[in-house]
């Protein structure tokens, strides 16, 4: 069963011992579950906790026993809390505006380790009572009610934690995409025609054929809560709720396959980018339409 302090909560099904959900398009609210209709599915099962919707703030925390996480104490107050075997979530009423403009602002320890997690966009915990991959139980540690967090306690996590800056970048057969907004294109001397191409070819003239405005600040497919989440620049297009950076051709799979964002890696690799790239061509056969340049259409 679900805890009452979930009562408000906005939940996503996942299969019982499982932590992905398969449902598609889960961020989108409509696509996910009241606690009315979470409690009718059949026991036992797991589900997800999504932060965003359901106006929480989650931290996952991966290694209570680090050093660094006792600087964090002042900023984290007694909350319902659950233990996952060997972390835990600290549940937290959420209701500021998200100024990082991310779904999670994650924290690595030296060794790259995953340490910590702040989920307050569309990103979701396992809830309690659900079961681990590896057979361990999900359960209420602290059962109090919810306390509150402000921006401010999390400006604390932040600076005392040092926010983690890689970002997720697509890396597909022919792109290398450096993992910061480049401002000069990657090197294409080594890549071979038509990848070379494709990798020149003018993003613009991808958003044009889509229909799709060079300064558009929202997301063309899975849209933005707050207006701007979008960027075009140096022949790179960025979702920065996502992280991830689209090159021409995998705007171009973005945009042609509607997909999630990092699908649209997916579609680029091993024999999808073969197809992909046929695509590519086959819409895009007017090679005059192909510049060099970042600019304008032609
Ligand atoms: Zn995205």
Request: hydrophobic share 30%; with cysteine; proline share 6%.
């Amino acid at each position: 069963m679900t805890p009452s302090q979930l009562i408000s909560a906005s939940f996503i099904p996942i299969a019982y011992g499982e932590k992905a959900c398969k449902v598609s398009g889960w961020q989108k609210p409509e696509n996910q579950l009241d606690y009315a209709t979470l409690t009718q599915y059949s026991q036992p099962t797991n589900y997800g906790v999504v932060a965003g919707t359901s106006k929480l703030c989650l931290i996952d925390v991966d290694k209570p026993d680090h050093p660094k996480l006792k600087e964090l104490e002042p900023y984290l107050p007694e909350t319902f809390t659950v233990t996952t075997g060997k972390g835990l979530h600290y549940y937290y009423s959420y209701t500021e505006p998200n100024k990082w403009n991310k779904d999670t602002l994650s924290f690595r320890d030296e060794n790259k380790n995953e340490l910590l997690g702040i989920r307050i966009g569309s990103s979701y915990v396992i809830g309690p009572n659900s079961k681990h991959p590896d057979g361990r139980d999900y359960v209420v540690s602290v059962d109090v009610p919810i306390a509150t967090i402000t921006n401010t306690q999390l400006d604390g996590i932040v600076e005392a934690l040092g926010e983690n800056k890689d970002t997720k970048t697509i890396t597909g057969s022919v792109l290398v995409v450096p993992s910061v907004i480049v401002t000069t294109p990657a090197d294409t001397s080594k890549m071979d025609e038509p990848d070379k191409t494709i990798y020149t070819y003018n993003i613009y003239n991808v958003l044009d054929y889509f229909g799709i405005s060079p300064t558009a600040t929202i997301h063309p497919i899975h849209g933005s809560t707050n207006g701007n989440n979008w960027t075009v620049k140096d022949n790179i297009a960025t979702c920065w709720r996502c992280n991830i950076h689209f090159g021409p051709l995998e705007l171009f799979a973005l945009l042609s396959s509607k997909c999630d964002c990092d699908k649209a890696e997916s579609h680029c690799r091993g024999r999808d980018y073969i197809t992909t790239k046929k695509m590519f061509l086959s819409v895009f056969a007017d090679w005059s339409l192909f510049t060099s340049g970042s600019g304008g259409r032609c």
